[in-house]
Nanobody, 115 residues
Framework: QVQLVESGGGLVQPGGSLRLSCAASGFTFSDHIMSWYRQSPGKERELVATSSRTGSSPTYSDSVKGRFTISRDNAKNTVYLQMNSLQLNDTAVYYC????????WGQGTQVTVSS
Protein backbone atom coordinates (compact mmCIF):
# COMPACT_ATOMS: atom_id res chain seq x y z
CA GLN A 1 0.00 0.00 0.00
CA VAL A 2 1.45 3.32 -1.11
CA GLN A 3 1.63 5.98 1.59
CA LEU A 4 3.05 9.47 1.84
CA VAL A 5 2.64 10.88 5.32
CA GLU A 6 3.51 14.51 5.95
CA SER A 7 4.26 15.84 9.41
CA GLY A 8 5.82 18.85 11.09
CA GLY A 9 3.24 21.48 10.30
CA GLY A 10 1.87 23.85 12.89
CA LEU A 11 1.51 27.43 14.01
CA VAL A 12 4.57 29.67 13.85
CA GLN A 13 5.20 33.38 14.14
CA PRO A 14 6.51 35.40 11.20
CA GLY A 15 10.25 34.96 10.91
CA GLY A 16 10.12 31.54 12.50
CA SER A 17 11.07 28.14 11.15
CA LEU A 18 9.48 24.76 10.64
CA ARG A 19 10.73 21.49 9.24
CA LEU A 20 8.29 19.34 7.34
CA SER A 21 8.82 15.64 6.80
CA CYS A 22 7.21 13.27 4.34
CA ALA A 23 7.64 9.59 5.04
CA ALA A 24 7.10 7.27 2.10
CA SER A 25 6.24 3.60 1.95
CA GLY A 26 4.88 1.07 -0.50
CA PHE A 27 7.04 2.06 -3.47
CA THR A 28 10.70 2.49 -4.40
CA PHE A 29 11.37 5.92 -2.95
CA SER A 30 14.77 6.43 -4.59
CA ASP A 31 13.24 5.96 -8.06
CA HIS A 32 10.94 8.92 -7.58
CA ILE A 33 11.37 12.64 -7.93
CA MET A 34 10.02 14.23 -4.76
CA SER A 35 8.32 17.59 -4.58
CA TRP A 36 6.61 19.83 -2.09
CA TYR A 37 3.51 21.75 -3.08
CA ARG A 38 1.28 24.07 -1.12
CA GLN A 39 -2.28 25.31 -1.41
CA SER A 40 -3.89 28.27 0.28
CA PRO A 41 -7.65 28.76 0.50
CA GLY A 42 -9.05 29.96 -2.80
CA LYS A 43 -5.77 29.44 -4.62
CA GLU A 44 -4.44 26.75 -6.90
CA ARG A 45 -1.91 24.27 -5.63
CA GLU A 46 1.57 25.56 -6.38
CA LEU A 47 4.94 23.89 -6.66
CA VAL A 48 7.34 24.92 -3.90
CA ALA A 49 10.42 22.74 -4.30
CA THR A 50 11.63 19.66 -6.13
CA SER A 51 14.34 17.14 -5.37
CA SER A 52 15.84 14.86 -7.97
CA ARG A 53 16.16 11.15 -7.27
CA THR A 54 19.62 11.63 -5.76
CA GLY A 55 18.87 14.93 -4.06
CA SER A 56 21.25 16.91 -6.22
CA SER A 57 20.27 20.17 -7.93
CA PRO A 58 17.09 21.00 -6.02
CA THR A 59 14.82 23.61 -7.53
CA TYR A 60 12.58 26.18 -5.84
CA SER A 61 9.83 28.58 -6.65
CA ASP A 62 10.88 32.21 -6.64
CA SER A 63 8.67 32.85 -3.63
CA VAL A 64 10.65 30.52 -1.36
CA LYS A 65 14.12 30.59 -2.89
CA GLY A 66 16.73 31.38 -0.25
CA ARG A 67 14.36 30.57 2.61
CA PHE A 68 13.31 26.95 2.06
CA THR A 69 15.51 23.90 1.59
CA ILE A 70 14.38 20.54 0.27
CA SER A 71 16.38 17.46 1.12
CA ARG A 72 15.88 13.72 1.11
CA ASP A 73 17.22 10.66 2.83
CA ASN A 74 16.77 7.68 0.53
CA ALA A 75 17.83 5.32 3.30
CA LYS A 76 14.92 6.55 5.42
CA ASN A 77 12.47 6.99 2.52
CA THR A 78 11.86 10.54 3.69
CA VAL A 79 11.88 13.97 2.10
CA TYR A 80 12.14 17.13 4.14
CA LEU A 81 11.33 20.78 3.70
CA GLN A 82 13.20 23.16 5.98
CA MET A 83 11.35 26.44 6.05
CA ASN A 84 13.07 29.50 7.47
CA SER A 85 12.10 33.17 7.67
CA LEU A 86 8.45 32.22 7.35
CA GLN A 87 6.06 34.87 6.13
CA LEU A 88 2.31 35.33 6.51
CA ASN A 89 1.78 34.32 2.89
CA ASP A 90 3.50 30.98 3.49
CA THR A 91 0.35 29.89 5.29
CA ALA A 92 -1.02 26.90 3.41
CA VAL A 93 -1.52 23.18 3.42
CA TYR A 94 1.74 21.61 2.32
CA TYR A 95 1.73 18.40 0.30
CA CYS A 96 4.48 16.08 -0.81
CA UNK A 97 4.35 14.40 -4.18
CA UNK A 98 6.24 11.46 -5.59
CA UNK A 99 6.70 11.26 -9.35
CA UNK A 100 7.97 8.51 -11.57
CA UNK A 101 5.77 6.70 -14.08
CA UNK A 102 3.13 6.98 -11.34
CA UNK A 103 2.26 9.96 -9.18
CA UNK A 104 1.47 9.78 -5.48
CA TRP A 105 0.31 12.53 -3.14
CA GLY A 106 0.31 12.84 0.61
CA GLN A 107 -2.66 14.05 2.63
CA GLY A 108 -1.07 17.39 3.52
CA THR A 109 -0.01 19.19 6.67
CA GLN A 110 -1.19 22.63 7.69
CA VAL A 111 1.31 25.43 8.15
CA THR A 112 -0.02 28.62 9.67
CA VAL A 113 2.15 31.71 9.99
CA SER A 114 0.55 34.22 12.30
CA SER A 115 1.49 36.70 14.97
Amino acid sequence: QVQLVESGGGLVQPGGSLRLSCAASGFTFSDHIMSWYRQSPGKERELVATSSRTGSSPTYSDSVKGRFTISRDNAKNTVYLQMNSLQLNDTAVYYCKATDWRVFWGQGTQVTVSS
